[in-house]
């Protein structure tokens, strides 16, 4: 029997923030190069601004971590997590996470779909017991993060990579749920038959060929 899932974008959906941002500017505290940090993400944010498309400017982002050493990037996003969790309401979107909360009492599949990078998702999915990551892999060589990666996971990319998802672990596409809080993000809430949009009231968007549910949820979305 086909399962039903829960598909959740991370960044501004089950967190507050853009975790790829705030973790580079955290390791680069650490490093002494918060001045290097801002320079890099201004760079990026001109990027974005002058209409490079958000595939491209994720391909650059992963240069700032080239050279590095892989575990101990892995290392530093584990204290990094274990520090924000001790006070999640901070960190994560208490409805998001009370909506992922439901979605394990009913016994649906929990997947964390990001753009983000694998290395940093992990901890947080190990916290919140999440069934699977399907995450940006960096590309590595002899221990060290090279700079590239194979494909960001973005639009098209996320919804041929949940397909894939769907099919090799048998997930019912219209009984499951999708959350994302992105344009980018239609593409891949499009093939499930309960998708959401998470976003502050008066902040979304809405396409007129495409039907979604606008966050926050409806009563019958928290049963008792």
């Not at 971590?65 to 001790?86: E, F, P, S, T």
């Not at 990001?114 to 995450?135: C, K, M, N, W, Y």
Request: proline share 6%.
């Amino acid at each position: 029997m086909n399962q039903t899932a829960a598909y959740f974008d991370v960044d501004e959906t089950l967190t507050h923030d853009v975790t790829l941002f705030s973790f580079l500017r955290h390791d680069a505290h650490t490093t002494g190069q918060t001045e290097q940090a801002e320079t890099f993400l201004r760079e990026l944010a001109a990027r974005r601004a002058q209409g490079e498309p958000r595939e491209s400017t994720n391909r650059y982002y992963y240069q700032w971590w080239k050279g590095r050493d892989v575990q101990k990037i892995c290392d530093l996003a584990g204290n990094w997590w274990a520090g924000r969790l001790q006070k999640p309401d901070l960190f994560l979107r208490s409805d998001v996470l009370a909506r992922y909360e439901w979605h394990s009492r009913q016994g649906h599949a929990r997947i964390l779909l990001s753009g983000s990078f694998v290395q940093l998702i992990e901890p947080l999915a190990a916290a919140l017991d999440v069934t699977r990551v399907i995450a940006t892999v960096p590309l590595t060589g002899q221990g060290r993060f090279t700079g590239e990666i194979g494909e960001p996971l973005i639009g098209d990319a996320k919804r041929t990579a949940l397909l894939a998802d769907a099919r090799d672990h048998g997930i019912d596409l219209t009984t499951s749920h999708g959350y994302g809080d992105h344009r980018s993000d239609l593409p891949f809430l499009s093939v499930l038959g309960h998708p959401h949009l998470v976003t502050p009231p008066g902040k979304g968007w809405q396409d007129p060929d495409f039907p979604i549910t606008i966050w926050p949820p409806t009563a019958d979305m928290h049963p008792a």
